[in-house]
């Protein structure tokens, strides 16, 4: 009974190619984001959805297009992969009050690597 | 604007030493504050928080207090152990989003 659960956990391809990353949370929260950490551990907000609706749209190569389908689930999907895409790649939900966002609750990450 | 800045790391200490890890912010109007802890291979987890002036969040023997007139959030933990080693992120929350510092690398050693 993951909170928030993302698949696959390691995703290895080759440039060029388009892949998918899966998030589902089962909180009950409205609020979805995906981050990217880099091999530094500097974490960088993605996007954020609340209610299948995208609020948060960071300065992200169109490349990457997110997808939520209903409001448990998050999907990105990638583009024609480049080598700066390599990184770990965490969902992550909260529940939202008033405008004001909650607190975070992460998933494990996918680690993806783009030879 | 909204930001979080923490210190460098990486940390190391010996297993019961004293810990600090400096984190200040800026932000309009009135932020939550949180500490994260993310171990290796994992993604990240709340740690304590606090949403308003003088507020102490604790947790695990870690502590930090929300000091507005220092605009600061300094995690504390009295003596620390090897399984503390992991990466902790300074973060806050204001409206609808999130500002996470860059981490800051714990290594503690027996």
């Known amino acids: 009974d993951t909170a928030v659960s993302q698949t696959p956990k390691y995703l290895v391809t080759q440039m060029g190619n388009d892949k998918s990353i899966k998030c589902e949370q089962n909180?009950?929260?409205?609020?979805m984001y995906w981050y990217k950490q880099d091999s530094k551990k500097f974490l960088k907000i993605m996007f954020s959805?609340?209610?299948?609706?995208?609020?948060i749209n960071e300065t992200v190569p169109n490349r990457f297009s997110p997808k939520s389908p209903d409001k448990a689930h998050l999907n990105l999907h990638i583009n024609s992969l480049e080598l700066g895409d390599s990184a770990v790649y965490f969902c992550?939900?909260?529940?939202?009050?008033?405008?004001?966002?909650?607190?975070?609750?992460f998933g494990p990450g996918t680690r993806l690597l783009v030879l | 604007g909204n930001s979080v800045t923490q210190m460098e790391g990486p940390v190391t200490l010996s297993e019961e030493a004293f810990l600090t890890i400096n984190c200040t912010y800026t932000?309009?109007?009135?932020?939550?504050l949180f500490w994260y802890v993310q171990y290796p291979g994992e993604g990240l987890q709340l740690l304590l928080k606090?949403?308003?002036?003088?507020d102490k969040g604790s947790n695990k023997g870690f502590e930090a207090t929300y000091r507005k007139e220092t605009t600061s959030f300094h995690l504390e933990k009295g003596s620390v152990q090897v399984s503390d080693s992991a990466v902790y992120f300074c973060?806050?929350?204001?409206?609808?989003?999130?500002?996470f510092g860059s981490g800051t690398k714990l290594n503690v050693k027996p």
């Open positions: 992550a939900s909260s529940q939202d009050t008033r405008g004001a966002a909650g607190t975070q609750y």
């Open positions: 909180l009950g929260h409205d609020t």
């Open positions: 959805y609340n209610n299948k609706e995208l609020i």
């Open positions: 932000a309009t109007g009135y932020p939550s």
């Open positions: 606090a949403t308003k002036a003088d």
């Open positions: 973060a806050l929350t204001n409206f609808n989003k999130f500002y």
